[in-house]
């Protein structure tokens, strides 16, 4: 082990809220050696980037450092002078944030902003900063190094633009580079050319890092050393490969379950089956612009139908089209054989219970000024006629269903309820009207990992008790494997492929599925170098995609 | 020129005092305190105290009566706008209560001051000494009520120059003035309002023929259309003063609508995208249940907002009409008018402090309570974003 | 840059729509009167030999679509019509060669008026937007407190109020600016700028209490955006994130908040110069108003219009330009 370059000693951070302040970090001890990279997990709420900023003595409005020490190479941070910070920032220790394309001031070309930090702490000037961008523009595998530089932030795609921030924070080659979630906004095809260029300059030029991230996964590629936090307070801390094999904290251990949750496979579907839902050569345009092309799935009684791609990819502009809120320009929707109208203004109230929808964001999808009572108790009403007792036993059934103690919740309003309850509550309106089918829109990516887990598995049970069927619209190929029966993989609006689970995940497959699946990063350490191995540097992300 | 000299030499001694009053701190130990202290906060600290010293000076000097009529003014209101809320914190409900002891100080002035202006509105009558158009023999009595300097203290504040009571003119003008700008804006907010969740619900050719009407509408200074409107209304009205009332409650209210329906479309539009919404309408939900149960609830925070914003609006419009001469017409007592009739006896100030007293009683009886309603409203969009964070 | 051009084009076109339709919105507000529209100016004792006079003079006997055409035509050319007051007087003394037009009554006034708002504007400008800087950046300190305070009670304070009270301290009190701004032709500058000083502190308390808070609320919002939070850790000091990363942002904000409020001038002006008696548009406007002058009142009403439309299609345009992702697109 080499030099220590940063000592946190029992650090404890604090944030206001209203007028009082409630304690974020609670007392976390962090080292780092010199070259050495440092994973930084947990779940939203953590407190993950708020230590991380910590690291370079930095504290974002409205957050304070309350106690503890911070010791880069023998400055103690917490105690030195504006002045010998701003020194050290940029120069030494640099920051590299989530959203490239927000963190780069639009009016100034790349390049501008790449020198600023050389010029400013005198590392070197103007045009040998420029030829040094160019030069880590090119080690980061940027297409056309020379110009791009030239470019504003704007004219960039956000996969190079989060590149050309990785070079940014090595233009002055500092000590210590803190990355902020810095893959978390790309799609995954993206997302592994990032993590293969952040990985090599780290290496290249033996910088030592703060990896902060929610996905194990790539954690597991980018860190020598992984660290749990859990609420501001250290689960666990030990070297990639042994956290990995044998986690000591049962927290983590239920981190690392969550992947290996996978429903049992049901039985093929008879032939000659009607489908509950099909649809038929749709084709569907916003304004002039044509987004779907042609898409044609079924989907039958009982069993789930995930519809995967990246963003743009059209599988909520399907859902939007079953729903009737885009009625298609060519092509039909059928529901239990029989041709659905194209606006959902034009169908019968039987029509529209039968197809439910549950929404990615919980908190948009609940009205915030209504009781949980009043939001499931109005299906009930509405399709059901109900009221009065019957009406409350029935909502206490469905509160029971998603396992929420009716006493305790039929009274709240939305915003006293968690992320993961808010959207048991969207599952319970999408079940009071008592539909054959449910379209599920994202509705785990906006959840932390255990939480998504409990949604599925509660998905999963109510299919298996009432025989709905549904149609899953993700992006995250774990949460396909875990819960879909069939998969209908999408890409600028068409079907590229579809079939069922066992299928898809089999090779061979059509070459979009196969980059898709080789891309989603597993919690194997070697993953990535494997993959780097197989198919070359040059033939992953957006390289691969335009090769198609 | 020399004023200007002056001015801008005391800025400039002042930041050569700052710069010292920091470097002298740091030869002193180099506390963090001034090792990191910017320059700017170093000059607000030696502003602030010529600035205190500044108002000491004032009040010494014997000439400066206003001055300490404001200074007191200020910390009476500032006393009782603490102890209004000290008496919040203690009385009331248990919610009430919690509002009041979260509340900044501003807002307590804000509240109480409206609720002062409510009572002496709904009141006037029995509050009001004399009734608002009562003229008497005595015109052009010096307010004050000391018989030695020309007052009476049947009229405290005096008489105007037709002889009818300034203090009841004041009194029934909180009436007048604040109870038809308030009508004026209940209508404003019917309208606009209503109009408004309609577009933003509907959409369609209905959203783009309200837009650009209102765009057209919007484009005309709203002050200088609501005069020109009501020259033609005086010709509608003949000579019926009390019709030209009605019609200037109209005009202002259409006008203030096309705002209104801005921004309730506007908000309506942001509830309008929500993912409950979609579900509402998927469920088959008519209009009346989207607008009334999912978009309305939702709206109250901004919208209250904004009627204590269009009620100062609508207020100091008829205010200025009212100065201009068409506004509020006679008999009906009124704030603005009254400036305008009072106004040459601000001349007398050097001589007589308490007789220019009277156009400046009127004048703050509107600045008052439009501050007041700022202040609220101003308290009430920081909780809104406040909790949005 | 193409595009750039492409949508200024569509805006200058949109903005001399508008105002076309503001033309008309004016021109049918007054012919929405009842009854005989001459016989109700000149009020019940008029002679029917005037009444006709000035039916024929003006030209009331033609069909609106007419008279609408004639005014517009006239109105391009800077042919406003002619004054009921003026015309008026003319009917009574039987020639017509004493009587101004409504341009020629407008003309100076209208230079005057430009004069007080370019004062205003110089004073407001400069003052309003360094403090809003400053505010911004020592937000939640005494001064953004008592700035806020401030400035919210100056908003609140009808135009007369603080008028008569700066009448109070600066003219009656202390007698060192006058209180009536009595101006005329050939008036030395110095002597013009005395006269004009009160009504222009008047305007700057107002407007620069709304500059203020607009560009104070313009900033925080951009030092809340992550490329500010980049560039401090970045080392970058203090100024330079301002100069460098901040104010190249603020620049179409702030002009915006500039234009808007300049806009907002041409209202405050008609109250403001009814007190000072300030010989501009604004008073001429409401002196009309009030002997119901109407092609005078019509013609205030299309300048005031004009002026208004013409900034907010300069904030418009200029906060375009300065959006550097319309100057540079992909």
Same mark, same amino acid.
């Given at each position: ?100 394309a ?55 795609s956000g996969g ?23 893959t978390t906004a790309l799609d995954v095809t993206t997302q592994i050319?990032? #993590? ?19 996905d ?43 992947r290996?949750f996978e429903r ?5 579907v ?5 489908p509950v839902v099909s649809v038929r050569g749709v084709t569907a345009s916003y304004g002039k612009v044509a987004v779907l092309h042609d898409v044609s799935f079924d989907i039958h009684a009982g069993r789930t139908v995930a519809v995967v791609g990246e963003s743009g990819s059209g599988k909520s502009t399907t859902a939007r089209c079953i729903t009737g809120l885009l009625p298609p320009i060519e092509g039909e929707i059928l529901f239990?054989?029989?041709?659905l109208?194209a606006n959902y203004?034009?169908r019968?109230?039987?029509?529209l219970?039968q197809a439910q929808m549950i929404y990615q964001m919980a908190d948009t999808a ?37 396992? #929420? ?14 992320g993961?309850?808010k959207q048991?509550?969207g599952i319970?309106r999408a079940?009071?009207?008592?539909p054959k089918f449910i379209i599920c829109d994202e509705v785990t990516s906006a959840l932390d990992q255990?939480v998504a887990e409990?949604i599925l598995?509660l998905l999963a049970?109510l299919q298996?008790?009432?025989?709905l069927s549904y149609m899953f619209i993700t992006h995250d190929l774990a949460t396909v494997k875990a819960i879909a029966d069939e998969v209908v993989v999408m890409k600028d609006g068409r079907v590229v492929e579809q079939g069922e689970k066992n299928e898809m995940f089999?090779?061979?497959h059509h070459a979009y599925t196969d980059l898709l699946l080789s891309s989603v990063p ?19 992300g957006d390289?691969a995609v335009d090769?198609m | ?272 995208v929500m993912d409950y919404i979609e579900a509402?309408k998927l ?107 | ?330």
């Amino acid at each position: 082990m080499g030099e220590r370059l940063l000592t946190i000693k029992d650090l404890y951070i604090e944030g206001r809220s209203d007028e009082t302040w409630t304690p974020i970090i609670k007392g976390v001890d962090l080292t780092l050696d010199k070259g050495e990279v440092l994973g930084l997990i947990g779940e939203s709420g953590a407190g993950k980037s708020t230590l991380g900023l910590a690291a370079m003595g930095f504290c974002r409005d409205g957050v304070r450092i309350s106690g503890g020490s911070v010791d880069f190479d023998g400055i103690d941070l917490l105690n030195a002078s504006a002045a010998t910070k701003r020194g050290l920032l940029g120069k030494r220790i640099a920051y590299v944030a989530q959203s490239a394309a927000a963190s780069f001031n639009p009016a100034h070309k790349i390049i501008e902003q790449h020198v600023e930090a050389p010029v400013q702490h005198h590392v070197m000037g103007r045009a040998e900063s420029i030829q040094d961008g160019i030069e880590l523009y090119r080690r980061l595998r940027l297409p056309n190094p020379e110009q791009i530089g030239f470019r504003y932030p704007h004219q960039v795609s956000g996969g190079q633009l989060q590149r050309a921030m990785t070079a940014m924070a090595m233009s002055c080659r500092p000590d210590l580079i803190i990355f902020d979630e810095p893959t978390t906004a790309l799609d995954v095809t993206t997302q592994i050319e990032v #993590l293969a260029a952040i990985r090599d300059i780290v290496a290249q030029f033996d910088t030592a890092a703060i990896y902060i991230t929610h996905d194990l996964a790539v954690v597991a590629q980018m860190a020598d050393r992984i660290k749990v936090l859990l609420k501001g307070d250290e689960v666990e801390e030990a070297d990639t490969r042994t956290m990995l094999s044998s986690p000591q904290q049962d927290y983590t251990r239920s981190l690392w379950a969550v992947r290996s949750f996978e429903r049992p496979m049901k039985p093929a579907v008879a032939t000659g089956a009607q489908p509950v839902v099909s649809v038929r050569g749709v084709t569907a345009s916003y304004g002039k612009v044509a987004v779907l092309h042609d898409v044609s799935f079924d989907i039958h009684a009982g069993r789930t139908v995930a519809v995967v791609g990246e963003s743009g990819s059209g599988k909520s502009t399907t859902a939007r089209c079953i729903t009737g809120l885009l009625p298609p320009i060519e092509g039909e929707i059928l529901f239990d054989g029989v041709p659905l109208p194209a606006n959902y203004r034009k169908r019968s109230k039987d029509q529209l219970r039968q197809a439910q929808m549950i929404y990615q964001m919980a908190d948009t999808a609940l009205n915030p000024r209504v009781t949980i009572g009043q939001i499931i108790a109005r299906p009930l009403q509405f399709y059901g006629g109900l009221s009065g007792s019957a009406l409350r036993k029935r909502l206490d059934e469905l509160l029971d269903q998603i396992e #929420l103690d009716p006493k305790i919740y039929r009274d709240r309003l939305p915003s006293e309820l968690s992320g993961g309850q808010k959207q048991r509550i969207g599952i319970a309106r999408a079940l009071a009207a008592e539909p054959k089918f449910i379209i599920c829109d994202e509705v785990t990516s906006a959840l932390d990992q255990l939480v998504a887990e409990g949604i599925l598995r509660l998905l999963a049970r109510l299919q298996d008790d009432l025989g709905l069927s549904y149609m899953f619209i993700t992006h995250d190929l774990a949460t396909v494997k875990a819960i879909a029966d069939e998969v209908v993989v999408m890409k600028d609006g068409r079907v590229v492929e579809q079939g069922e689970k066992n299928e898809m995940f089999a090779p061979p497959h059509h070459a979009y599925t196969d980059l898709l699946l080789s891309s989603v990063p597993q919690m194997d350490p070697d993953w990535l170098d494997q993959l780097l191995a197989q198919r070359g540097v040059d033939n992953i992300g957006d390289a691969a995609v335009d090769k198609m | 020129m020399i004023a200007a000299v002056w001015i801008i030499g005391t800025f400039v001694a002042i930041g050569v005092i700052g710069w010292l009053f920091r470097a002298a701190g740091r030869a002193a130990g180099n506390r963090p305190f001034f090792r990191d202290m910017p320059f700017g906060v170093a000059y607000g600290y030696v502003f602030g105290v010529f600035a205190l010293a500044a108002g000491v000076w004032l009040w010494t000097l014997p000439k400066a009566v206003f001055f300490r009529w404001a200074v007191m003014g200020f910390v009476g209101f500032a006393v009782a706008a603490w102890l209004f809320r000290l008496a919040g914190r203690h009385i009331g409900t248990a919610r009430t209560r919690k509002l009041f002891r979260a509340m900044p100080l501003t807002a307590a002035f804000g509240i109480m001051i409206i609720l002062i202006y409510a009572i002496t509105a709904i009141f006037a009558a029995w509050i009001a000494p004399h009734a608002q158009q009562e003229i008497f023999t005595q015109a052009n009595i010096v307010p004050g009520g000391d018989p030695a300097l020309g007052g009476n203290p049947l009229f405290p504040l005096g008489t105007d120059q037709i002889g009818r009571d300034i203090l009841s003119r004041l009194i029934y003008g909180a009436q007048n003035t604040v109870g038809i700008a308030f009508a004026t804006t209940l209508i404003a907010f019917t309208v606009g309002g209503s109009l408004g969740f309609l577009a933003a619900t509907l959409g369609g050719w209905l959203d783009q023929l309200l837009g650009r009407l209102v765009d057209v509408l919007m484009a005309i200074p709203s002050l200088i259309f609501a005069l020109l409107l009501m020259t033609i209304a005086s010709v509608w009205a003949g000579g019926e003063k009390w019709l030209l009332t009605v019609y200037m409650v109209l005009i202002i209210a259409l006008i203030d609508s096309t705002r209104v329906f801005r921004l309730a479309r506007a908000v309506g539009q942001n509830i309008v995208v929500m993912d409950y919404i979609e579900a509402a309408k998927l469920r088959g939900e008519g209009l009346g249940y989207l607008i009334f149960r999912e978009i309305l609830p939702n709206a109250t925070a901004p919208l209250l907002a904004e009627f204590g914003l269009r009620f100062c609006f609508v207020f100091l419009t008829i205010a200025s009409l009212s100065f201009l001469g068409v506004g509020i017409q006679p008999p009906l007592a009124d704030w603005g008018t009254m400036v305008h009739d009072l106004a040459q006896f601000i001349n007398f100030a050097a001589v007589a402090p308490q007789v220019a007293s009277a156009p400046l009683l009127a004048a703050s009886a509107i600045a008052l309570l439009t501050v007041a309603v700022n202040f609220v409203v101003d308290w009430m969009l920081h909780r809104s974003s406040g909790l949005k964070e | 840059m193409n595009s750039v051009l492409r949508i200024i084009l569509q805006r200058l076109a949109l903005g001399l729509l508008t105002l076309f339709i503001v033309s008309i919105v004016i021109f049918t507000a007054v012919n929405l009167l009842p009854g005989d529209f001459a016989q109700a100016i000149l009020g019940q004792g008029a002679t029917p030999e005037a009444v006709a006079a000035i039916r024929t003079g003006l030209g009331l006997d033609q069909p609106p679509v007419v008279r609408y055409l004639a005014w517009l035509g006239g109105a391009i050319h800077g042919d406003l019509g002619t004054s009921f007051a003026q015309a008026n007087f003319a009917s009574f003394t039987g020639t017509t060669s004493g009587a101004k037009t409504v341009a020629e009554q407008i003309a100076p006034r209208f230079a005057n008026t430009m004069f007080l708002a370019g004062v205003t504007a110089a004073i407001a400008v400069p003052i309003s937007v360094t403090l809003g800087l400053l505010a911004a950046l020592y937000r939640n300190s005494v001064f953004d407190r008592a700035a806020n305070i401030l400035t919210l009670t100056s908003i609140s304070s009808p135009e007369f109020f603080l008028a008569y009270i700066l009448i109070l301290f600066l003219a009656v009190l202390n007698p060192i600016l006058p209180s009536l701004s009595n101006i005329y032709d050939g008036m030395s500058f110095t002597d013009r700028l005395d006269k004009t000083l009160l009504p222009a502190l008047t305007l700057t308390l107002v407007v620069t209490a709304h500059m203020m808070r607009m560009t104070r609320a313009a900033i925080i919002n951009l030092l809340a955006s992550p490329y500010i939070e980049m560039a401090r850790l970045k080392g970058v000091s203090p100024l330079r994130v301002i100069v460098r990363h901040a104010l190249p942002n603020a620049l179409a904000p702030i002009i915006n908040v500039i234009a808007l409020n300049l806009a907002y001038l041409i209202t405050g002006v008609v109250v403001v110069e009814v007190v000072f008696v300030y010989p501009g548009i604004g008073q001429l406007f409401v002196d009309s108003v009030k002997i119901r002058d109407i092609p005078v009142v019509q013609a205030c009403c299309l300048i005031f219009a004009g002026a208004y439309i013409l900034l907010n299609l300069l904030a418009d345009i200029l906060s375009i330009l300065s959006n550097p992702r319309l100057r540079h697109p992909k």
